[in-house]
């Protein structure tokens, strides 16, 4: 049996070998999912009542050097990893489009750099009570003065992420099912479940924090389905 031929007449790859070509956005996406989620759970250990005093020993001890791992690190670099998922994806819905879409393109990467912005901001507001206790050193008035104000930072940094920014990050679901869809890079079974997450993150008005996993859990799903059928020879670049 001969093996298949590239459009150029060369020999294409075997199918393993082609799991690693064009699937950035794969890869970056289950990367983007596992820093976010590690980074929001280490975060959301942030006690919300507590007293002075054992606030600063938690911004002291152990839990505020994983806040400050998470802030300064697993956010960050979950953002990066986000940005190269939606270069990569539309780099792919664009070989695989017979048509473009301007205006879902648009929206697609707007809604995309806007929540990355958004969760950048809110990681920096998390980690201000420990950022300030640890600058202060002893000094228990400036502690006082600043914790108090990092509860603030703390309630607008949950409301900017859980009203905000995953509304947000709904649009960027939606652009991006549709244009998947249009291109056959998404089956439909995953566009009817993608468009109920959309649903959950625009219409929602609640505290429960598992909505937050509705974002990684949906890019993870993407990103196994863009390696899966790109493995399986489904996704050639047309």
């Not at 980074?39 to 839990?63: I, K, M, N, R, W």
């Not at 079974?189 to 429960?208: D, G, H, I, K, Q």
């Amino acid at each position: 049996m001969t093996a298949p031929q590239e459009p150029d007449g060369g020999t294409a790859p075997p199918v393993r070998a082609r799991l690693f070509q064009g699937s950035g956005a794969g890869l970056a996406g289950l990367l983007f999912a596992v820093l976010f989620v590690v980074g929001f759970v280490v975060l959301d250990q942030v006690p919300d009542s507590a007293t002075h005093d054992e606030l600063t020993a938690y911004y002291e001890g152990a839990g505020g050097s994983a806040v400050i791992v998470a802030g300064f690190y697993l956010v960050p670099f979950s953002g990066l990893a986000f940005l190269w998922f939606i270069a990569a994806s539309r780099h792919r819905l664009r070989s695989l489009a017979r048509r473009e879409d301007p205006l879902l393109d648009t929206v697609q990467i707007t809604s995309g750099v806007l929540f990355v912005a958004m969760i950048f901001v809110a990681a920096a507001a998390a980690v201000t009570g420990v950022s300030a206790v640890r600058l202060n050193g002893s000094n228990a008035a400036a502690d006082l003065v600043t914790l108090e104000q990092a509860s603030t930072m703390t309630s607008y940094a949950q409301t900017l992420l859980l009203i905000y920014a995953f509304r947000t990050a709904g649009v960027f679901i939606l652009a991006s099912t549709t244009r998947g869809l249009r291109a056959k890079l998404f089956p439909l079974w995953f566009a009817a479940l993608s468009y109920l997450a959309v649903a959950v993150l625009l219409l929602s008005l609640t505290s429960v924090r598992a909505v937050v996993l509705v974002v990684p859990v949906w890019v993870a799903a993407a990103s196994a389905v863009i390696l899966f059928r790109r493995a399986t020879g489904q996704l050639e670049v047309a």
